[in-house]
């Protein structure tokens, strides 16, 4: 199981099944999770992150694919599909516009997701 916690206080959960699940913390209320979705990772989860804002979560998984998740509703907002092996590592840039993900033998990916406007 692979976990990362923002500091807002919401934790975030992947498995080798590849259901995310996020919480509040505490008192560890689930808010959602990803499971029997047919828009969620079909293999294990490899990476999470939080946005630096908290508004998002991406999550990289065994499937290749990296999603961005709405971390209020759990809506998949994006799916990036353009590794074609395990994705390994997923970082925000610090105004949260851009995402830098690794997957086994590429090398690393920038790329802008596209995002809802803010309210």
């Known amino acids: 199981m692979i976990e990362h916690v923002f500091g807002g206080g919401l934790k975030a959960q992947g498995d080798d099944q590849g259901m995310i699940s996020v919480r509040q913390k505490p008192p560890g209320r689930l808010l959602w999770s990803s499971q029997g979705r047919h828009d969620g990772h079909s293999k294990s989860i490899t990476a999470l992150v939080w946005s630096p804002d908290g508004r998002y979560l991406a999550s990289g998984s065994a499937d290749t694919t990296v999603k961005i998740w709405d971390a209020v ?14 994705v390994c590592a ?21 790329w ?3 995002l809802p406007p803010r309210r």
């Open 112 to 114: 802008i997701p596209c």
């Open 73 to 86: 509703t759990g809506a998949v907002l994006q799916t990036y599909t353009e590794h074609s092996a395990v």
């Open 90 to 110: 997923l970082a925000w840039s610090p105004d949260g516009s851009s995402i830098v993900s690794s997957a086994d033998r590429e090398n690393p990916h920038l």
